[in-house]
């Protein structure tokens, strides 16, 4: 029978990359985590690693391996998930990564909905973008994570990962105040009207500027980006100083009026979704039930009350296998 920690720490290097930060990961040596690998590929009988350049790849072998370890891993959380679920107290510790404008908006909201409702259970919050927080899921860096999706950008779906509707958060386009862009002209005409004005996105390689250059590009013309930031609060701020033009949804504004001009965006184009997203393993573990079910209160609105800073809740309906 193969070593289940031996094979862990290859599962651990299919997902990080390098022996380094296998080590760095797990607090332990790079000689000790090769020396541990070394005596897996004695157990198994043929090589699981090979060198390219100075790093190292999985074998076909080795990859086989990985994924029968990712089978065991995750009914192994399965099992913890029905421990967890036969005690009466909820305790222990969840690690979750949200985006800026989500750990703005709902977060609070929830961590004051689980302190009160499990006030054993710890709560670890990272402040992480989706498209590094979503692969340290899969390497069971964090429990729950919560992403977004903008038009026609899907975030990938890797195996093992559920995917959980949470939230349709509108966008908008946000108007330099030095700028006059009447609703009756229509969206696309009020984009066009900032053709020629600088721009404040998301760096490049996020969803979100690939879908802002997208639309820039369907109006006609290429956006002048002279800003590249995650904060979206910058972006605000930067649009109330008349520096740029920028796409900001509605959790930015965290509930209070916005202080900038505001315009609809073109039809198909003006929502994003805001999701979480579990491993398939950990999906029924009470912890991880009870901070969904707190950001979904976090995210709706009292009955009869508007929502305040942020959309309509989204439907539920898991959409990754």
Known sequence: MFDLHRLRLLRELKHRGTLAAVAAALSYAPSSVSQQLSQLEA??????????????????????????????????????????????????????ASFQTAALALVPTALGLLRDQHPRLRVHITHMEPQKALPALQARDFDLVLAEEYPGNPNPRPAGLEQENLLDDPLHLAL????????????????????????????????????????????????????????????????????????????????????????????????????????????????????????????????????????RPAPSSPSMP
Request: charged share 25%; aromatic share 4%; hydrophobic share 40%.
């Open 176 to 311: 330099p105040p030095s700028v006059d862009a009447p609703d009756t002209d229509g969206p696309t005409a009020a984009l066009r009207s900032l053709a020629d004005h600088p721009w404040v996105m998301e760096p490049e390689g996020t969803a979100a500027r690939h879908w802002a250059v997208a639309l820039c590009r369907a109006a006609g013309f290429e956006p002048d980006v002279r800003f590249e930031t995650t904060d979206l609060l910058l972006h605000q701020r930067l649009v109330e100083q008349k520096h740029a033009a920028a796409f900001l949804p509605d959790l930015v504004f965290s509930g209070r009026p916005p202080a900038v001009a505001l315009r609809q965006l073109p039809r198909g184009q003006r929502t994003r979704r805001i999701v979480t997203v579990v491993r398939r393993g950990r999906s029924r573990h009470p912890a991880v039930l009870a901070c969904r079910e707190a950001l979904r209160q976090a995210a709706t609105p009292p009955p009869g009350q508007a929502p305040e800073g942020h959309g």
């Open 43 to 96: 157990e198994v009988g043929v090589p699981l690693l090979e060198p390219v350049g100075r790093r190292v790849r999985l074998t076909a072998q080795a990859e086989i391996l990985v994924a029968h370890t990712e089978a065991v891993l995750e009914r192994l959380e399965r099992a913890e998930a029905d421990i967890a679920a036969s005690l009466t107290d909820l305790t222990g510790t969840v690690r979750i």
